[in-house]
Structures are given as structure tokens and as C-alpha cells.
């Protein structure tokens, strides 16, 4: 098992970068991390690595190498899912990529749950408004919440859910409520986006009587932290776009008002998407599978409230 340890290990270094990088992926230090190396290197009587102080690079035997390694783990994992489809007992880890809201309010909770019906499925999860590639991190599964791009992975629905315009009752005190999508515009209101490499936040699209209205929104306060922005937008400091069921507590409560009601953003989609070999492995199913039917679930809940 430790040739098999220290195979995972050299393909997260060459994935990652760097011995400290791979070993906080897989729970070790990079002492750890560095000796596993070595042992690799001493099996194999090759150089897997040119090191120096600032930087790693993959030599043209570890290169050679990462590609049959890549094969063998691939192997191993079918073998495992076939043995664990034929027991009925799944085991082993999944890795899970997921907004910060989302992953926060619906799935997290959740995990407790699905590890309780099958407790020999170890979830591990990584929460991040920014995007993430689900090849390079190795991840299993990724929820996405808007527009999904064109990809070679399979994608799973599971609800579109309403967004809303929201404001602090203090801020439409004292910068007005608008009244029509120009509005936002002015120099007058203060837009809260979620900005970061790859955001689609950078306009607003509403819907109108005359279709879809997109708008270069501003404002003075941005983040890459949903979370951030709904804690602005309580605070006064501007009007948030958001999906329904994330604020739905502070709109029941009053803390937040909808804004141009009659003009609201479009539904975006809530889904999972995952590489095509994925859904082979028992676990990762199951694990689709219960997600999907509880988020579908509690969002419907909290939207008939």
C-alpha cells in the first residue's frame, strides 16, 4: 500500500507544484511528502524531479512516468467501484467542490446525513466562490450554481432557483429604492458584485417587458466572498444579487427588502457536474443521487414558505 501512497503522491506533486501543496492534499507534511518521493525515486532508480530552492519541474522520466502512473490509479479505482458494486457496501473517498452559500446552507449540512446512511463514504469538501478545475484538483464532484460552460463533463439539473435585488431598509432609506433597471446605474446606488477570475457577475441581467436588460452595475465594495456581500448589504452598504433561497431568512425577517420586484434578475441553475467515468464508481452515484434529491427538496421548502 505505501508504492501505492507514494504513486498518489508523486501525481499530486506534479498536478500541484509542490511537495507542500500535495502533501496538505493528501493529510501529510511535506517531510512526509518529500520522503515518499524519495522512496519512489530509490524503487524506480530514476530522478522523478529536478529540485531547487524556489522551484520543482518534472524531469523527462517523471514525465514518462506521470502518465503511465495516471493509468494506474485510474485502474485501481474502477477495480475498487467494481468490488464495491458487487459487495453493496461502497467505501472510500469522495472530493467535493461547491460555492461558499450553497455549500454552506444545503450541502454541508447534508454531509452528516449521507455519512450516516453509508458510513463507510468518506466526503471531503472544498468550499470556494472561485473557480475550480475539477481535473487539476482531482475533485469527484462540483456544484455550480449559473451558466455552465461547454465541457467534455456530465452535468446533472437539479433546480433553478429565482434570484432577487435586495437592499437594507438603512440604505433605501438614505440612497432611495429604484424605481426602473437605469437606476442601478446611477452614481447614487452602490451595486455589491462578486468579482474573481471568471466571474460572470461583472453585468446584471434583468428581466424586462422588453426582454432581457444586461447592466454594468457598479459599486465601491466587491469580493469573491458571496457571504461577504449578503453581510454588506445587511450592514447598508448596498444592494446584492442574490439567489432567493440564500437570503430568504432575511427577507422573511425584513432585514432585507426586495428591490424592482416587477424587474428581477433571471433563475440560474443549481447542478452538478462531474467527469463522465465518475458516475461508474458506486459511491460517487449514491452520492449524486442524495444530494440531488435533498437540495431539490429543502430549496422547494424554503420557497413555499
Not at 465518475?278 to 430549496?299: H, W, Y
Request: aromatic letters at 6%; one cysteine or more.
Amino acid at each position: 500500500m505505501s508504492y501505492i501512497n507514494n504513486i498518489k503522491m508523486f501525481v499530486r506533486v506534479v498536478e500541484l507544484g509542490s511537495l507542500s501543496a500535495a502533501g496538505r492534499d493528501l493529510r501529510a507534511s511535506p517531510a512526509v511528502a518529500s520522503n515518499r518521493i524519495k522512496e519512489l525515486e530509490k524503487h524506480l532508480g530514476i530522478r522523478l524531479f529536478n529540485r531547487t530552492t524556489r522551484k520543482l519541474t518534472t524531469t523527462e522520466h517523471g514525465r514518462i512516468f506521470y502518465g503511465g502512473a495516471l493509468k494506474m490509479l485510474e485502474a485501481l479505482n474502477d477495480a475498487e467501484a467494481a468490488i464495491a458494486e458487487v459487495s453493496r457496501h461502497p467505501k472510500g473517498s469522495i472530493h467535493v467542490t461547491a460555492p461558499l452559500g450553497i455549500g454552506r446552507r444545503l450541502i454541508a449540512p447534508l454531509v452528516p446525513e449521507f455519512h450516516a446512511k453509508y458510513p463507510e463514504i468518506e466526503v471531503r469538501l472544498r468550499l470556494s466562490d472561485r473557480m475550480v478545475d475539477i481535473t487539476t484538483e482531482a475533485l469527484d464532484v462540483a456544484f455550480k450554481l449559473g451558466q455552465i460552460p461547454d465541457s467534455n463533463f456530465r452535468i446533472r439539473g437539479i433546480i433553478d432557483c429565482r434570484r432577487v435585488l435586495a437592499a437594507a431598509p438603512s440604505y433605501l432609506a438614505a440612497h432611495g429604492t429604484p424605481k426602473k433597471p437605469n437606476d442601478l446605474l446611477s452614481d447614487d446606488h452602490a451595486c455589491l458584485l462578486l468579482r474573481f477570475p471568471g466571474s460572470t457577475q461583472y453585468n446584471w441581467e434583468l428581466e424586462t417587458p422588453s426582454g432581457v436588460r444586461k447592466l454594468a452595475v457598479h459599486g465601491p465594495f466587491e469580493s469573491d466572498d458571496g457571504d461577504v456581500l449578503t453581510d454588506w448589504a445587511l450592514g447598508g452598504h448596498g444592494i446584492i444579487n442574490k439567489p432567493w433561497f440564500e437570503i430568504a431568512h432575511h427577507l422573511y425577517s425584513g432585514d432585507l427588502v426586495e428591490v424592482l420586484p416587477e424587474t428581477p434578475p433571471g433563475t440560474t441553475n443549481l447542478a452538478i457536474i462531474y467527469p463522465h467515468k465518475r458516475l461508474q464508481d458506486p459511491k460517487v452515484r449514491l452520492f449524486i443521487d442524495f444530494m440531488t434529491e435533498n437540495i431539490r427538496k429543502r430549496i422547494t421548502e424554503v420557497m413555499e414558505a
